[in-house]
């Protein structure tokens, strides 16, 4: 059997000492000549094994038959006690052949039993040399597992006891079916072959076996072999020969294979392979195996851990024993060194990972590996690329204290090299020294044996050379100059490469050798020999160990002597003076001080310039990847032949797109998505079409030529990578070679950036790359997606113009989608003020590469991608990967004017990606991000609103960085409670403004939970700069954090997460739905919001008056239309006109700034609102202004017309005369040539004088307006929704704004509501939800009287005849919102429309209104039209007849008649409004309260409950309704008979008017012409009507030979009688429809008057019976019992009987909802009181008077209304079962009678 020498290890060499504070472990080495050396190791063990007293190996003990089955297994035995399974699977697996199975024996554990795959691997081991495993020498043997052998059996055995025996074993032993027994009697033994192997390991378990009382034993087969010597990974186990080299590339194998990394060597490892989340292994606090321990370390040094580089896998305690603990050698068991694991686990990362690597070791404050040995090669290599892309803060020399701290590329910054070695093994930690001269707090920058594990032999590192830095810091260290480190690891005296030693001097000014006095002494020759190498550099020697004795003292003089006899700079430092032993700390302090001296004088040259100049050894640059992305960068740059000009910067010579072109497009973007018509959209469409066509136009060479290298370097995602890098570093070295500051260094990034912005232009417009020599966009679009998923962030939106190229972002994103196969997402989000830590964070979290460093780092909004390799077992994960969204900061000071658009646009966007948002705040103060979030909350509502498909359910945490104390949480519990509350009233105050009802906290729209979503997170930093490193409390915090918010992703089973096209698709409405929303984003906080919109609401109502005095000024100036006197000198500017409504303005405008500034004043927020005052009168100011002009225009229009109209009614005499002059011209000329011309000619002439005269005076609303309704009313629906354009505009956009011909009621189906959800409807004492199928039919009833009540308004409002202005049009409008709003308060149902339905029903009633104005409209340019064609008519006529000589009386008698039937229809038309509302007064209920009764008894006489109900719901509404239905049926009443009021009216005032005309002619004289005419004209005047002149009548009587004036006067009285015949025939049959009011409307004036006060009863709902303007107050007819309104008891809602004039002299109380939530007014939910008592009704309802003249009897209509329709209110809920008996006795003439009783008091 094996020897285990481990026992007798100490006793060979191996003894410890200690030193100082540390404790190292020293070996007594034995040297041997090559004589001894030849005997071989074998022999050599031999003799330790002879001088031990150990008996050899006793070889073999028994000798198998050849006739065994074949095998593949063999068994080994004499293992040591502490070897390993795996350990020993390699070696057998590496070198005889490929193992399928090991197997351990449970009773002998130093035993093993291997399978190869097949029978080759057993002949390798056979011709195998001996085999030895820890210096022991092992026994391999062939296995069968079928065969034993059986031994004790009796040597007399024949044939029947075999088979007796084969029994025994089948059935007694249970071994199953025996094949054969081959005896073999020498030995008292037989082999046995079963059939299978179970049966043979039955049998060896039984033990002892008694067969024929014998004792048998049953063992397996073994048979002896040779010897193999095998390798162990610890120092002591070690013999595979003497070739280090051969060690070394046996424990690198080794580690590969134990860590599985076997496939990802050499440089397989990725970067998304290390970011990537298994979320099994989450929340493992420990490594399941060392096939774990790769990546613990890596993900641990990605995620800033700074123990991460020395974790490695621990013992297991529980099997150490008393013996291992007394065991003098702590190094028996086989553990690997976590500095060999490093450099394995490193060289397995690709380029990439390693540059990563290195700037989070720098971070970590951790050593970097600067020179490796490569394993593929056993070269060293120089790791020159990672140290690229680390940049180090410092400042450039100590001296120049003026100067900044920059960020260096640690290649570029000016610093001396010190190198630090050790010769021999000195007990003192040349590693600890450096990290104590480096850092004060015991930074373990330099890997050494007091970090963990630190006395684990190490085979690998020995000869690598790890690198820091020690940048320079005033006032925290003595250096000048920047250092940078080298720290060469092992002897180096023994240092197998002179290529590292030579590279390494090259680059040193310095050297700092750390060794023992001892090595100095003994071989005094040799070191002086090995200082000879280091003749040109400065070296400091730090001598280990006690000076004591003369030997030692002589020695150090003569090395000092011939030191200056050569010339050496050799400084010496000793740990053991004569004053005693030094600390670490002293010693660190003299090296210090000596460090300083040797560096003075040297030159602080880069390590750029040192190593260019230095090629001794392999770089990884060298690499073909590297080689190739470096070759096409210099073509580029070759090729580009950029300049540098001060004038002109790079960004806009390389990127003129993002530099000039964005800020315009992110502008002209927000104009499109906030235009409010088709027309302001094409304008916007163009101007960006123009933008980029002229951009695509400039698209510069450079960033040509860069597509094409991407193009051409499409499949190679490493070239690539290298290729990009490589940009980065020439633009550097440009940059310091044209003085650029570093911050304006240009990068990749930039051309990336405006990459996408070009193929995003050409991709919208359609156009060809080829046209612009660049390549196809989908080939750049896979390019940046392969990108996207290797780990670069992708930018999403510039921050600078907010700017999202969304056509680029979707087809990346898309090849993305392809690549993953649509895998489902999460997103994480992150929010924060600016310089908070939020890229850190994230970096932290998941290892993602976001630009990271105080100020505006991050700019805009990036994403990046983290892969989910693992998913829980026990559950299907909803999301395959993590989206990760950094973004800028916020509140920047860079960008602070004042204005929070920029801020709130940003977190609304990437808020609302995210899924889950992690709100990162910077110490305890969430003040600024608190005022964010109340902006989020509202925008989100609007967005939701505006668009609903769009997802917003998010749920949230709180980050709080830099909180210190483990009670942080319990001290910030009422703070965090105060800020949860103010949210929920934001949220509710949001919910409001929006007009809904069921929205009460915060986490009603984003989920937060207060007991786990809030994280306290330690300070980032521990230490003082610059060797501050990441705290790893801080990365713990983060990892555990991540772990919680991953398992609350995995627990939302209520949401769907998205695909990557879906995100795309989300993030384009997200950002076209914040783009369009151009109100909300300007404030700071909730409360700036509210109090700007109660200052909205305000100047919109004094707006609103101020357009309504303005109007009625308008209308007032042109209503009496017979006192507006037309001259020729003002045709087109009435400037009496102008200087009345300027007057009236100045003195308006005047009193509404006075109130406008006693609002600020008064108002609760006048310490926010108060900076506004001044633009806010300035605003009113210019809209005065703006609505002078408009008045003007207004007025100008109906002047226009007025002409046409007074044109019409009075012909001026320069028309007549000018056609009289005419006619005599051209009778003179037929006279005179006896010629007569024809009809034809003669009517050219006329229309030749008709055009000349008429045009100056032909208003210009004959023609088409320019422009169309439909936009006047878009623009005053914008300027109603002045606050809500982001949600009326897609409604105006979605729906086309055309008219509709049909009447609103009706329609209500055709608002979709069914389907939008959007009514949230509140019925007495139930709680706020959607409505149900069955209550659509009752809102669908409201809505519908809402309808028709505009409809009648419509009709009425289209019956005067007037002309339809923009004024007139917002007037109506605002008319309508104001009758939707009460119609919101009457309502009996409380049901709410939100914002968004409100808008939807306010545009279908707009498109209603829209088609009458149209009608209305055309109608009023018709009549124009007519009274127009009519004059040419009458003109044309008197031209004609003009020229007849016999005519001219006929002539004079005609224009009479049109002269006096224009002035009476004119007359009539004008007072006929007047007359009917006369009519109509005597006809009608003379007050509001006999119209309240008349109203009431036809709802008793109509006996139907729908119309009760209709009165119950709105009784105002139906009283207008009820009043117009009488205006109507009083004018229809007499049609046929021609007695209803308007023709009657009509007839009257006709009568009236030729009776007046008729007393003017009979009075007229008739002496002359002149002298008749003059005095008809004034006897008409006397009689009221005006008559300017009658010169064509004059004219016409003049020149009639031998005129009889009295015939004359005797036929004009006659045609009088045909004129009133004429004019009586024209009012007869005409319908109310068809008539058009001049001047006021009669019967809007009556219905206005029948409605009266609008206020209703509080409780009961009953109208004030008052007049619109009392001064008293309010009181009812008859207050109706509550029940009737569906109020009812609690519980088992009995319907309440009593009215509330009777409970207000109560003590009863009613909850909160009764009468509407009146005691929190605006807030629609019960105040903390919940009950109230009637009898205070005065306290919240002061101006109404209830109880005072209301008696018990005075409701009879109500008490039979109830029994009547019992069973309607049943069906309704309602309990009647307290209704008393005598109610069912009241009859119908019981009501009517009650009715007739009026308190006239009230």
Same mark, same amino acid.
């Given at each position: 059997?094996?020897?285990?020498?481990?026992?007798?290890?100490?006793?060979?060499?191996?003894?410890?000492?200690?030193?100082?504070?540390?404790?190292?472990?020293?070996?007594?080495?034995?040297?041997?000549?090559?004589?001894?050396?030849?005997?071989?190791?074998?022999?050599?063990?031999?003799?330790?094994?002879?001088?031990?007293?150990?008996?050899?190996?006793?070889?073999?003990?028994?000798?198998?038959?050849?006739?065994?089955?074949?095998?593949?297994?063999?068994?080994?035995?004499?293992?040591?006690?502490?070897?390993?399974?795996?350990?020993?699977?390699?070696?057998?697996?590496?070198?005889?052949?490929?193992?399928?199975?090991?197997?351990?024996?449970?009773?002998?554990?130093?035993?093993?039993?291997?399978?190869?795959?097949?029978?080759?691997?057993?002949?390798?081991?056979?011709?195998?040399?001996?085999?030895?495993?820890?210096?022991?020498?092992?026994?391999?043997?062939?296995?069968?597992?079928?065969?034993?052998?059986?031994?004790?059996?009796?040597?007399?055995?024949?044939?029947?006891?075999?088979?007796?025996?084969?029994?025994?074993?089948?059935?007694?032993?249970?071994?199953?079916?025996?094949?054969?027994?081959?005896?073999?009697?020498?030995?008292?033994?037989?082999?046995?072959?079963?059939?299978?192997?179970?049966?043979?390991?039955?049998?060896?378990?039984?033990?002892?076996?008694?067969?024929?009382?014998?004792?048998?034993?049953?063992?397996?087969?073994?048979?002896?072999?040779?010897?193999?010597?095998?390798?162990?990974?610890?120092?002591?186990?070690?013999? /595979?020969?003497?070739?280090?080299?051969?060690?070394?590339?046996?424990?690198?194998?080794?580690?590969?294979?134990?860590?599985?990394?076997? *496939?990802?060597?050499?440089?397989?490892?990725?970067?998304?392979?290390?970011?990537?989340?298994?979320?099994?292994?989450?929340?493992?606090?420990?490594?399941?195996?060392?096939?774990?321990?790769?990546?613990?370390?890596?993900?641990?040094?990605?995620?800033?851990?700074?123990?991460?580089?020395?974790?490695?896998?621990?013992?297991?305690?529980?099997?150490?024993?008393?013996?291992?603990?007394?065991?003098?050698?702590?190094?028996?068991?086989?553990?690997?060194?976590?500095?060999?694991?490093?450099?394995?686990?490193?060289?397995?990362?690709?380029?990439?990972?390693?540059?990563?690597?290195?700037?989070?070791?720098?971070?970590?404050?951790?050593?970097?590996?600067?020179?490796?040995?490569?394993?593929?090669?056993?070269?060293?290599?120089?790791?020159?690329?990672?140290?690229?892309?680390?940049?180090?803060?410092?400042?450039?020399?100590?001296?120049?204290?003026?100067?900044?701290?920059?960020?260096?590329?640690?290649?570029?910054?000016?610093?001396?090299?010190?190198?630090?070695?050790?010769?021999?093994?000195?007990?003192?930690?040349?590693?600890?020294?450096?990290?104590?001269?480096?850092?004060?707090?015991?930074?373990?920058?330099?890997?050494?044996?007091?970090?963990?594990?630190?006395?684990?032999?190490?085979?690998?590192?020995?000869?690598?050379?790890?690198?820091?830095?020690?940048?320079?810091?005033?006032?925290?260290?003595?250096?000048?100059?920047?250092?940078?480190?080298?720290?060469?690891?092992?002897?180096?005296?023994?240092?197998?490469?002179?290529?590292?030693?030579?590279?390494?001097?090259?680059?040193?000014?310095?050297?700092?050798?750390?060794?023992?006095?001892?090595?100095?002494?003994?071989?005094?020759?040799?070191?002086?020999?090995?200082?000879?190498?280091?003749?040109?550099?400065?070296?400091?020697?730090?001598?280990?160990?006690?000076?004591?004795?003369?030997?030692?003292?002589?020695?150090?003089?003569?090395?000092?002597?011939?030191?200056?006899?050569?010339?050496?700079?050799?400084?010496?430092?000793?740990?053991?003076?004569?004053?005693?032993?030094?600390?670490?700390?002293?010693?660190?302090?003299?090296?210090?001080?000596?460090?300083?001296?040797?560096?003075?004088?040297?030159?602080?040259?880069?390590?750029?310039?040192?190593?260019?100049?230095?090629?001794?050894?392999?770089?990884?640059?060298?690499?073909?990847?590297?080689?190739?992305?470096?070759?096409?960068?210099?073509?580029?740059?070759?090729?580009?032949?950029?300049?540098?000009?001060?004038?002109?910067?790079?960004?806009?010579?390389?990127?003129?797109?993002?530099?000039?072109?964005?800020?315009?497009?992110?502008?002209?973007?927000?104009?499109?998505?906030?235009?409010?018509?088709? *027309?302001?959209?094409?304008?916007?469409?163009?101007?960006?079409?123009?933008?980029?066509?002229?951009?695509?136009?400039?698209?510069?060479?450079?960033?040509?030529?860069?597509?094409?290298?991407?193009?051409?370097?499409?499949?190679?995602?490493?070239?690539?990578?290298?290729?990009?890098?490589?940009?980065?570093?020439?633009?550097?070295?440009?940059?310091?070679?044209?003085?650029?500051?570093?911050?304006?260094?240009?990068?990749?990034?930039?051309?990336?950036?405006? /990459?996408?912005?070009?193929?995003?232009?050409?991709?919208?417009?359609?156009?060809?790359?080829?046209?612009?020599?660049?390549?196809?966009?989908?080939?750049?679009?896979?390019?940046?997606?392969?990108?996207?998923?290797?780990?670069?962030?992708?930018?999403?939106?510039?921050?600078?113009?907010?700017?999202?190229?969304?056509?680029?972002?979707?087809?990346?994103?898309?090849?993305?989608?392809?690549?993953?196969?649509?895998?489902?997402?999460?997103?994480?989000?992150?929010?924060?003020?600016?310089?908070?830590?939020?890229?850190?964070?994230?970096?932290?979290?998941?290892?993602?590469?976001? @630009?990271?460093?105080?100020?505006?780092?991050?700019?805009?909004?990036?994403?990046?991608?983290?892969?989910?390799?693992?998913?829980?077992?026990?559950?299907?994960?909803?999301?395959?990967?993590?989206?990760?969204?950094?973004?800028?900061?916020?509140?920047?000071?860079?960008?602070?004017?004042?204005?929070?658009?920029?801020?709130?646009?940003?977190?609304?966007?990437?808020?609302?990606?995210?899924?889950?948002?992690?709100?990162?705040?910077?110490?305890?103060?969430?003040?600024?991000?608190?005022?964010?979030?109340?902006?989020?909350?509202?925008?989100?509502?609007?967005?939701?609103?505006?668009?609903?498909?769009?997802?917003?359910?998010?749920?949230?945490?709180?980050?709080?960085?830099?909180?210190?104390?483990?009670?942080?949480?319990?001290?910030?519990?009422?703070?965090?409670?105060?800020?949860?509350?103010?949210?929920?009233?934001?949220?509710?105050?949001?919910?409001?403004?929006?007009?809904?009802?069921?929205?009460?906290?915060?986490?009603?729209?984003?989920?937060?939970?207060?007991?786990?979503?809030?994280?306290?997170?330690?300070?980032?930093?521990?230490?003082?700069?610059?060797?501050?490193?990441?705290?790893?409390?801080?990365?713990?915090?983060?990892?555990?954090?991540?772990?919680?918010?991953?398992?609350?992703?995995?627990?939302?089973?209520?949401?769907?997460?998205?695909?990557?096209?879906?995100?795309?698709?989300?993030?384009?409405?997200?950002?076209?739905?914040?783009?369009?929303?151009?109100?909300?984003?300007?404030?700071?906080?909730?409360?700036?919001?509210?109090?700007?919109?109660?200052?909205?609401?305000?100047?919109?109502?004094?707006?609103?008056?101020?357009?309504?005095?303005?109007?009625?000024?308008?209308?007032?100036?042109?209503?009496?239309?017979?006192?507006?006197?037309?001259?020729?000198?003002?045709?087109?500017?009435?400037?009496?006109?102008?200087?009345?409504?300027?007057?009236?303005?100045?003195?308006?405008?005047?009193?509404?700034?006075?109130?406008?500034?006693?609002?600020?004043?008064?108002?609760?927020?006048?310490?926010?609102?108060?900076?506004?005052?001044?633009?806010?009168?300035?605003?009113?100011?210019?809209?005065?202004?703006?609505?002078?002009?408009?008045?003007?225009?207004?007025?100008?229009?109906?002047?226009?017309?007025?002409?046409?109209?007074?044109?019409?009614?009075?012909?001026?005499?320069?028309?007549?005369?000018?056609?009289?002059?005419?006619?005599?011209?051209?009778?003179?000329?037929?006279?005179?040539?006896?010629?007569?011309?024809?009809?034809?000619?003669?009517?050219?002439?006329?229309?030749?004088?008709?055009?000349?005269?008429?045009?100056?005076?032909?208003?210009?609303?004959?023609?088409?307006?320019?422009?169309?309704?439909?936009?006047?009313?878009?623009?005053?629906?914008?300027?109603?929704?002045?606050?809500?354009?982001?949600?009326?505009?897609?409604?105006?956009?979605?729906?086309?704004?055309?008219?509709?011909?049909?009447?609103?009621?009706?329609?209500?189906?055709?608002?979709?509501?069914?389907?939008?959800?959007?009514?949230?409807?509140?019925?007495?004492?139930?709680?706020?939800?959607?409505?149900?199928?069955?209550?659509?039919?009752?809102?669908?009833?409201?809505?519908?009287?809402?309808?028709?009540?505009?409809?009648?308004?419509?009709?009425?409002?289209?019956?005067?005849?007037?002309?339809?202005?923009?004024?007139?049009?917002?007037?109506?409008?605002?008319?309508?919102?104001?009758?939707?709003?009460?119609?919101?308060?009457?309502?009996?149902?409380?049901?709410?429309?939100?914002?968004?339905?409100?808008?939807?029903?306010?545009?279908?009633?707009?498109?209603?209104?829209?088609?009458?104005?149209?009608?209305?409209?055309?109608?009023?340019?018709?009549?124009?039209?007519?009274?127009?064609?009519?004059?040419?008519?009458?003109?044309?006529?008197?031209?004609?007849?003009?020229?007849?000589?016999?005519?001219?009386?006929?002539?004079?008698?005609?224009?009479?008649?049109?002269?006096?039937?224009?002035?009476?229809?004119?007359?009539?038309?004008?007072?006929?409004?007047?007359?009917?509302?006369?009519?109509?007064?005597?006809?009608?209920?003379?007050?509001?309260?006999?119209?309240?009764?008349?109203?009431?008894?036809?709802?008793?006489?109509?006996?139907?409950?729908?119309?009760?109900?209709?009165?119950?719901?709105?009784?105002?509404?139906?009283?207008?309704?009820?009043?117009?239905?009488?205006?109507?049926?009083?004018?229809?009443?007499?049609?046929?008979?021609?007695?209803?009021?308007?023709?009657?009216?009509?007839?009257?005032?006709?009568?009236?008017?030729?009776?007046?005309?008729?007393?003017?002619?009979?009075?007229?004289?008739?002496?002359?012409?002149?002298?008749?005419?003059?005095?008809?004209?004034?006897?008409?005047?006397?009689?009221?009507?005006?008559?300017? @002149?009658?010169?064509?009548?004059?004219?016409?009587?003049?020149?009639?030979?031998?005129?009889?004036?009295?015939?004359?006067?005797?036929?004009?009285?006659?045609?009088?009688?045909?004129?009133?015949?004429?004019?009586?025939?024209?009012?007869?049959?005409?319908?109310?429809?068809?008539?058009?009011?001049?001047?006021?409307?009669? /019967?809007?004036?009556?219905?206005?008057?029948?409605?009266?006060?609008?206020?209703?009863?509080?409780?009961?709902?009953?109208?004030?019976?008052?007049?619109?303007?009392?001064?008293?107050?309010?009181?009812?007819?008859?207050?109706?019992?509550?029940?009737?309104?569906?109020?009812?008891?609690?519980?088992?809602?009995?319907?309440?009987?009593?009215?509330?004039?009777?409970?207000?002299?109560?003590?009863?109380?009613?909850?909160?909802?009764?009468?509407?939530?009146?005691?929190?007014?605006?807030?629609?939910?019960?105040?903390?009181?919940?009950?109230?008592?009637?009898?205070?009704?005065?306290?919240?309802?002061?101006?109404?008077?209830?109880?005072?003249?209301?008696?018990?009897?005075?409701?009879?209509?109500?008490?039979?209304?109830?029994?009547?329709?019992?069973?309607?209110?049943?069906?309704?809920?309602?309990?009647?079962?307290?209704?008393?008996?005598?109610?069912?006795?009241?009859?119908?003439?019981?009501?009517?009678?009650?009715?007739?009783?009026?308190?006239?008091?009230?």
């Amino acid at each position: 059997m094996g020897v285990d020498l481990q026992t007798y290890r100490g006793r060979i060499g191996t003894f410890k000492c200690t030193f100082s504070k540390d404790v190292v472990k020293s070996q007594c080495h034995i040297y041997f000549s090559d004589s001894i050396k030849c005997i071989g190791s074998f022999i050599f063990v031999g003799l330790l094994l002879v001088m031990a007293g150990i008996e050899s190996n006793p070889g073999p003990w028994t000798i198998v038959p050849d006739d065994l089955p074949e095998t593949k297994s063999v068994f080994v035995s004499g293992l040591p006690d502490d070897f390993e399974t795996d350990y020993v699977e390699f070696t057998f697996s590496k070198r005889y052949g490929k193992v399928t199975d090991v197997r351990v024996d449970a009773d002998r554990r130093d035993t093993l039993v291997i399978t190869f795959q097949d029978s080759a691997g057993l002949e390798s081991v056979r011709k195998a040399e001996p085999i030895k495993i820890n210096q022991n020498t092992i026994d391999v043997q062939p296995f069968y597992a079928n065969v034993v052998i059986v031994r004790g059996l009796s040597s007399d055995l024949t044939t029947r006891c075999f088979d007796e025996l084969q029994t025994f074993l089948e059935q007694e032993a249970g071994g199953g079916t025996v094949n054969t027994i081959t005896p073999d009697c020498e030995n008292n033994c037989a082999y046995v072959v079963f059939k299978n192997d179970e049966g043979a390991k039955t049998v060896i378990r039984k033990g002892a076996l008694i067969f024929q009382k014998h004792s048998l034993t049953a063992s397996y087969v073994h048979e002896k072999n040779t010897y193999i010597t095998d390798c162990s990974p610890s120092d002591q186990k070690l013999e /595979i020969g003497s070739d280090e080299e051969s060690v070394r590339s046996t424990h690198f194998n080794y580690i590969l294979q134990k860590c599985g990394l076997e *496939k990802e060597y050499p440089n397989k490892i990725k970067v998304r392979d290390v970011v990537a989340l298994d979320l099994i292994k989450e929340d493992s606090k420990q490594m399941i195996s060392y096939k774990d321990l790769p990546w613990t370390l890596l993900r641990g040094l990605i995620n800033v851990n700074s123990d991460a580089r020395d974790h490695t896998m621990n013992a297991d305690e529980s099997k150490q024993t008393d013996d291992d603990i007394l065991e003098i050698d702590d190094d028996s068991n086989d553990e690997l060194s976590p500095l060999d694991v490093f450099h394995v686990v490193f060289q397995c990362c690709n380029s990439m990972l390693q540059e990563l690597l290195f700037q989070k070791l720098y971070l970590c404050k951790r050593a970097v590996p600067f020179i490796h040995i490569r394993y593929q090669d056993n070269l060293p290599c120089a790791a020159i690329w990672p140290l690229r892309s680390l940049k180090i803060h410092s400042k450039l020399e100590i001296s120049e204290p003026s100067s900044k701290f920059l960020e260096i590329g640690v290649l570029d910054i000016p610093c001396n090299v010190v190198t630090v070695a050790r010769i021999g093994r000195p007990d003192f930690s040349k590693s600890t020294l450096i990290n104590e001269l480096l850092s004060d707090n015991e930074n373990k920058v330099f890997y050494n044996q007091d970090c963990n594990k630190g006395k684990t032999k190490r085979f690998l590192s020995g000869g690598s050379v790890d690198m820091f830095w020690l940048p320079v810091v005033p006032d925290r260290f003595i250096f000048e100059k920047a250092i940078t480190f080298l720290n060469i690891r092992g002897d180096f005296d023994e240092s197998r490469s002179d290529n590292i030693k030579e590279f390494t001097m090259a680059l040193t000014d310095c050297l700092l050798i750390v060794l023992d006095i001892e090595t100095i002494v003994n071989d005094k020759h040799s070191f002086q020999c090995i200082l000879t190498y280091f003749t040109s550099h400065r070296i400091i020697l730090v001598i280990v160990g006690p000076i004591i004795g003369n030997s030692k003292i002589k020695c150090l003089k003569d090395l000092n002597d011939n030191w200056k006899k050569k010339a050496f700079d050799i400084r010496l430092v000793f740990t053991h003076p004569q004053t005693g032993p030094k600390n670490v700390l002293e010693i660190s302090k003299d090296v210090s001080c000596k460090l300083k001296a040797q560096l003075e004088g040297f030159e602080a040259k880069s390590l750029e310039n040192r190593i260019s100049s230095k090629r001794m050894i392999k770089t990884d640059e060298e690499d073909e990847h590297c080689l190739a992305g470096r070759k096409y960068a210099e073509e580029l740059f070759t090729s580009s032949n950029i300049n540098y000009d001060i004038k002109q910067p790079l960004e806009r010579m390389i990127t003129p797109f993002y530099s000039s072109a964005s800020k315009e497009l992110g502008s002209l973007m927000k104009s499109l998505q906030r235009a409010k018509n088709e *027309k302001e959209r094409s304008k916007h469409v163009k101007a960006i079409t123009c933008t980029k066509e002229d951009q695509l136009k400039r698209v510069p060479n450079f960033v040509v030529e860069f597509t094409k290298c991407l193009s051409k370097l499409y499949a190679d995602q490493l070239r690539i990578y290298f290729f990009l890098s490589w940009i980065n570093i020439f633009f550097q070295k440009k940059g310091k070679a044209w003085h650029m500051p570093v911050e304006d260094t240009f990068k990749y990034d930039y051309i990336l950036r405006e /990459i996408g912005y070009i193929y995003d232009a050409l991709i919208s417009l359609r156009k060809n790359p080829e046209d612009y020599e660049l390549p196809p966009p989908k080939q750049i679009a896979e390019t940046f997606s392969t990108l996207f998923i290797d780990g670069y962030p992708l930018e999403l939106i510039e921050g600078d113009n907010f700017y999202l190229p969304s056509e680029w972002i979707n087809l990346v994103l898309g090849s993305v989608s392809k690549t993953t196969k649509g895998s489902k997402i999460l997103s994480l989000s992150i929010l924060g003020v600016q310089s908070s830590g939020k890229s850190t964070f994230l970096n932290t979290m998941f290892g993602s590469q976001f @630009s990271a460093s105080s100020g505006r780092c991050t700019r805009g909004i990036h994403m990046q991608l983290i892969p989910v390799n693992s998913k829980p077992i026990s559950s299907l994960s909803p999301f395959d990967s993590v989206l990760v969204l950094d973004t800028e900061g916020l509140r920047a000071p860079e960008l602070y004017n004042g204005m929070y658009e920029h801020d709130n646009e940003l977190a609304t966007i990437v808020t609302g990606i995210g899924d889950i948002s992690m709100i990162n705040i910077l110490g305890e103060n969430a003040g600024e991000i608190h005022e964010v979030l109340q902006v989020i909350v509202h925008a989100f509502l609007r967005l939701k609103i505006a668009n609903e498909n769009l997802d917003i359910f998010k749920c949230c945490y709180f980050i709080h960085q830099n909180v210190t104390g483990a009670t942080a949480r319990e001290k910030r519990e009422q703070a965090l409670k105060k800020l949860t509350t103010s949210l929920d009233i934001a949220t509710k105050e949001a919910a409001d403004l929006q007009g809904i009802t069921d929205l009460n906290s915060f986490n009603d729209i984003i989920e937060f939970e207060m007991s786990s979503g809030v994280w306290y997170l330690s300070n980032l930093w521990q230490g003082i700069f610059p060797m501050a490193s990441v705290n790893t409390e801080y990365s713990s915090q983060v990892r555990c954090f991540r772990k919680e918010l991953l398992e609350k992703a995995l627990e939302i089973r209520h949401k769907s997460y998205k695909s990557i096209t879906e995100i795309a698709l989300h993030i384009n409405e997200l950002w076209k739905g914040v783009l369009s929303e151009d109100f909300l984003f300007s404030f700071r906080s909730n409360l700036e919001l509210k109090a700007h919109v109660q200052l909205s609401e305000e100047m919109d109502r004094h707006k609103f008056e101020m357009e309504n005095i303005m109007h009625q000024t308008v209308t007032d100036l042109f209503r009496n239309q017979d006192s507006v006197q037309i001259e020729d000198d003002c045709l087109y500017s009435p400037n009496k006109f102008n200087e009345s409504l300027r007057a009236k303005l100045n003195e308006e405008e005047s009193a509404f700034l006075n109130k406008i500034c006693e609002y600020f004043e008064a108002s609760e927020y006048r310490k926010i609102i108060y900076p506004w005052k001044d633009g806010t009168l300035e605003c009113f100011k210019m809209f005065c202004r703006q609505l002078l002009d408009q008045s003007r225009f207004e007025c100008l229009k109906m002047y226009e017309n007025m002409k046409v109209y007074k044109w019409t009614q009075k012909i001026d005499n320069v028309l007549k005369d000018r056609l009289f002059a005419e006619s005599v011209k051209l009778a003179q000329k037929m006279r005179e040539t006896d010629f007569k011309p024809d009809d034809k000619n003669i009517r050219k002439r006329f229309n030749e004088i008709w055009e000349l005269f008429s045009t100056p005076y032909l208003s210009e609303s004959l023609k088409q307006n320019d422009i169309e309704l439909s936009e006047i009313f878009k623009n005053a629906l914008y300027d109603i929704f002045s606050n809500d354009k982001a949600l009326l505009r897609p409604h105006l956009e979605k729906k086309d704004f055309t008219y509709l011909e049909t009447k609103l009621k009706g329609t209500f189906d055709d608002l979709d509501i069914r389907q939008t959800g959007r009514i949230r409807v509140r019925f007495l004492n139930d709680i706020v939800r959607k409505i149900s199928g069955s209550e659509i039919t009752v809102i669908k009833e409201h809505i519908e009287q809402l309808f028709d009540r505009i409809d009648t308004k419509l009709k009425f409002y289209c019956l005067e005849e007037t002309n339809i202005t923009k004024q007139a049009v917002r007037h109506f409008l605002s008319e309508i919102k104001d009758m939707m709003t009460r119609f919101k308060t009457e309502n009996v149902l409380k049901f709410h429309l939100d914002k968004t339905m409100s808008i939807q029903i306010f545009i279908h009633i707009s498109r209603r209104t829209m088609y009458l104005f149209e009608k209305q409209q055309q109608r009023f340019v018709e009549t124009i039209q007519s009274r127009v064609t009519e004059l040419k008519f009458q003109a044309e006529k008197f031209f004609f007849s003009s020229l007849d000589e016999r005519k001219k009386k006929e002539q004079a008698l005609l224009e009479m008649k049109r002269i006096f039937t224009t002035s009476c229809r004119e007359t009539v038309e004008i007072s006929l409004a007047i007359s009917v509302k006369k009519e109509l007064n005597k006809k009608l209920p003379t007050s509001k309260v006999v119209i309240l009764r008349e109203a009431m008894k036809s709802l008793v006489e109509s006996s139907k409950f729908e119309c009760f109900q209709e009165y119950i719901n709105c009784p105002n509404m139906y009283l207008e309704k009820w009043i117009s239905k009488k205006v109507t049926h009083i004018f229809a009443s007499g049609k046929d008979s021609k007695q209803d009021i308007y023709f009657k009216a009509a007839s009257e005032l006709i009568q009236i008017q030729v009776q007046k005309i008729r007393q003017a002619v009979q009075k007229s004289p008739c002496d002359s012409v002149d002298s008749y005419v003059e005095g008809l004209i004034e006897n008409l005047k006397s009689e009221g009507i005006i008559i300017d @002149s009658l010169n064509s009548v004059k004219q016409s009587l003049n020149n009639q030979n031998n005129a009889d004036l009295e015939s004359f006067k005797d036929s004009l009285i006659t045609n009088l009688v045909e004129i009133e015949s004429s004019l009586t025939e024209q009012f007869a049959y005409v319908d109310l429809n068809d008539v058009k009011w001049r001047g006021l409307n009669p /019967i809007l004036e009556i219905i206005k008057k029948a409605t009266g006060c609008p206020e209703q009863c509080p409780y009961c709902a009953e109208p004030c019976i008052l007049d619109l303007n009392h001064d008293r107050k309010h009181v009812c007819f008859r207050h109706k019992p509550k029940g009737c309104r569906g109020i009812h008891t609690l519980g088992w809602k009995s319907i309440i009987l009593s009215t509330c004039s009777l409970d207000v002299k109560s003590s009863k109380k009613h909850s909160c909802e009764v009468f509407s939530f009146k005691c929190n007014e605006g807030e629609e939910r019960a105040c903390p009181k919940q009950f109230h008592s009637y009898s205070h009704y005065k306290k919240h309802f002061p101006s109404w008077d209830i109880g005072t003249s209301d008696t018990t009897d005075n409701c009879t209509i109500w008490k039979w209304y109830i029994v009547k329709f019992r069973k309607e209110l049943y069906d309704k809920g309602l309990d009647l079962s307290r209704i008393p008996l005598a109610w069912a006795d009241i009859t119908v003439s019981d009501v009517l009678l009650s009715l007739e009783v009026i308190d006239y008091s009230t």
